[in-house]
């Protein structure tokens, strides 16, 4: 700083003693005021000075603070009395004052990026009274800049694309590096850009950034992708200045500069003869060094013998050529085919025209592979039609189908019974020939679609189908009937000639010139006093009175016989009887109550006899219901009889029958699983029917154990289940098996010599001369047991 000078203020006023240094940045309004040097006996010109700002510099690194400037009052005369106090940002914790001298330092290093100035509050007072002996004064210390930031790129790392084969100069990106110093002071803060790596594909301009390419034809096939590194530098790029780096990565997009090209100029396929129309049988590929839309392609079949048959179409996923079949093939009729098939860019740039015609053509040879095919009918769809009328064994038609490989099979024909459940057809399987099998009825079913089966007798599973529809045509076998019920009342008012029904009829038959119905009354109802019939002529015909006073007490209903005729050949007709009932009705002719409620009063039944059957009738009904009542709680009781009736000799019949395999209730399965069931319920007594004749032998012996019993019938029931073909399990089965014990122990002699029975059969003599032979060989004698041996 220049040395300091001393004023003189007048009105006293704080003075810096340091001249400021010439501003470079805004600051805040300076404060003019007037000063008179002392010493001179002549006065000053008065001049106005510009006080209010100190500076320092930035990033000051000494060990001493670092002096900013000097305060002084005129106050002041040195005696000690006044002090110096500083107040405002940084006071005390950045800047001291020396409250003696008025002398300011900086404690702390200052980072004008952080903080460009500071504005503070001087003041002096009284160092006893601490009162202030001058206002207070503010003044601003402004932080001067130094070079100590370097330019950075706050967007990067940058990312472009550029098409290939741009022009040189082509703009790809513009970069921006910002440097933090003041760029009003120096040149700390002027950038210039320059390009580190990526040369010599690109460069950049030093005072705006902008990457441009700087090679012409750069080839997206060759290289795809390039890696730039940029420079910004501060003052101005000189010696000394502070730089930054980023990157720039720039990607060549497509264009569509590369033509198309088969890898071969001719490919060669086998194609099975059987395979349907519509089926992709070769697939050929172009290939094209583009990417995208620049590598779509078309396809097309320029000429060969097999334009009408073949067409190829790009597939869009992969950019292959699908060549499909559009008509059936025949190995016999043809073997092979040749196509030219050219491929071409969909989306051409005008631009590079030059580089080549963007297509290219290549040779598909297409070999037909001959097939064991089924038989061919000559017709798949044949139509035939046959009279309902027609007789059992009619012949409706013909169908012919045969052998298209060379071995020519004889051909065997069926009918898919399926198609026709009935079996109203029949088929020789030799010629093919169709005849009827049953009478058919149009009304029935009008329309047979029966499906043919032509089986190669050589080759058996070669088996081909054709449909016929074979259409039933209609005779006159239907007579016209009545359309409706009908309901026809009629007002005891009704006045001679008035119609009281309008009918009309209906045929199930269907003749092509359409109905035309006939109605007349019947010979015997033609000449009746009551009502008569007029035909409409419109397939209706009205019925009307003859006379009137009808009265329901003297006849409630009346039938008239219709006689309806058809127009058919031969006509048909039907007689349909049409019921009249007379109703009492009100002025509007509605009918208000109809029925024969009087006639049955006419007959001589007053009110009370009338009760009294209805009474009669309704103690019948009680009565039935209760004996249908006590029947029914019969049939719940039990059938159980005393315990010491045997029931092993008793049939007991059931006429229940099973609801098949999946009804879990009809039938309780657990009496054959489980036959002690019987002997757990011993309580109860069995209602069965005694046998009358005893058994042969009783014992009191315990029955033998039923567990060989329940073995048995379930080893039975296991091998039923396993055995597909056993009957259902709502069958009967019977099995034959004695047991490995008797009660009553075994009947026969042959074992009457080695052992010694103590049974007595003396009984047997009571039986009667049936029994005298086994008396005479089992009774006891004087010579001991007897024996058969």
Known sequence: SPPPLSFSLSPPLFLPLHLPLPSLSPSPP????????????????????VWNQFFVLEEYMGDEPLYVGKLHSDVDKGEGQVKYVLNGEGATSIFTIDENTGDIHATKRLDREEQPYYT??????????????????????????????????LDGPYSARVPEMSPVGTSVVTVVATDA????????????????????????????GVVRTALPNMDREAREQYLLVIQAKDMVGQMGGLSGTTSVTVT???????????SRKSYQFSVPESLPVATTVAKIKALDSDVGPNAEMEYRIMDGDGLGL???????????????????????????YTLRVEASNRNIDLRFLSLGPFSDTATVRLNVQNVDEPPVFSSPFSKMVISEEATVGTTIGTIFAHDPDSTNSPIRYSIDRNTDLERFFNIDATTGVISTAKPLDREVNAVHNITIFATEILDPLQVGKGVVLITVTDINDNAPVFAIEYETYLCESAKPGQVIETISAVDRDQPQSGHRFFFSLTAEAAGNLNFTLRDNKDNTASVLTKRGGFQRRHQNVYRLPVLIMDNGSPALSSTNTLSIRVCDCDPDGIPQSCGSENSMLSAGLSTGALIAILACILTLLVLVLLIITMQRRRKKEPLILDEERDVRENIVRYDDEGGGEEDTEAFDMVA????????ENGSKNRRDVTPEVPTLFSSSRPPPDNGIFREFIWDRLKEADVDLSAPPYDSLQTYAFEGSGSAAESLSSLDSLSMDSEQNYDYLSDWGPRFKKLADLYGHSDGGNLFVS
Do not use: C, M
Not at 310 to 336: A, H, N, V, Y
């Open 30 to 49: 300076p404060l003019s005021f007037s000063f008179f040097l002392i010493g001179g006996a002549h006065p000053r010109q008065r001049r106005s000075w």
């Open 120 to 153: 503070l509050r001087a003041q002096a007072r009284h160092r006893h009274t601490n009162l202030p002996v001058e206002p207070e004064s503010e003044f601003v210390i402004k932080v001067q800049d130094i070079n100590d930031n370097e330019p950075k790129f």
């Open 181 to 208: 110093d003041d760029p009003t002071y120096g040149n700390s803060a002027r950038v210039v850009y320059s390009i580190l790596e990526g040369q010599p594909y690109f460069s950049v301009e030093p005072r705006t």
């Open 252 to 262: 060549l997009t497509d264009v569509n500069d590369n033509p198309p090209h088969f």
């Open 310 to 336: 073949f067409r190829i179409t790009p597939d869009p996923d992969t950019q292959e050529g699908l060549i499909t079949l559009q008509k059936g093939l025949d190995f016999e009729t043809k073997s092979s």
């Open 672 to 679: 054959l699983r489980n036959l002690n069931v019987v002997r």
